[in-house]
Nanobody, 121 residues
C-alpha cells in the first residue's frame, strides 16, 4: 500500500558529504513522522534523526551538528544531509515513515529498502 524509495547513498571520502532522499508513495492519507536509522555490520539498527510533519527534529546526540534532517511535505519526501562524514558513519541507512493509509483508522510504520553509505579513503 505504501512504498518508500531511497536514493543518494554511495562511497565518499572522510570529511565529505552526502545527501540521502526517501520518497513515500501509495495510498497515503497523511504522513506523520519520518526519519532515518542506520545499521552497521554486527550492530543493531540505531536512530539517526527524525522529523515530524510540523518540522520538529530529533537527532542521535553524537550526530547533531554534522547531520541535518528535512522534509518536503507535499512530496512526502524526507532528506538527510550528512556532512563531515567519518569512517564510523559507514552503514546501511534506512528511512521510515509513520503513515495513515487511506481508509485505515490507525497508523503504520513503513521502511525503505536501505541504502549503503561507505566512508573510506
Amino acid at each position: 500500500q505504501v512504498q518508500l524509495v531511497e536514493s543518494g547513498g554511495g562511497l565518499v571520502q572522510p570529511g565529505g558529504s552526502l545527501r540521502l532522499s526517501c520518497a513515500a508513495s501509495g495510498s497515503i492519507f497523511s504522513v506523520y513522522s519520518m526519519g532515518w536509522y542506520r545499521q552497521a555490520p554486527g550492530n543493531q539498527r540505531e536512530l539517526v534523526a527524525t522529523i515530524t510533519s510540523d518540522g520538529s527534529t530529533n537527532y542521535a546526540g553524537s550526530l547533531e551538528g554534522r547531520f541535518a534532517v528535512s522534509r518536503d511535505n507535499p512530496k512526502n519526501t524526507v532528506y538527510l544531509q550528512m556532512n563531515s562524514l567519518k569512517p564510523e558513519d559507514t552503514a546501511v541507512y534506512y528511512c521510515y515513515a509513520n503513515v495513515r493509509v487511506r481508509g485505515n483508522r490507525v497508523n503504520s510504520v513503513y521502511w525503505g529498502q536501505g541504502t549503503q553509505v561507505t566512508v573510506s579513503s
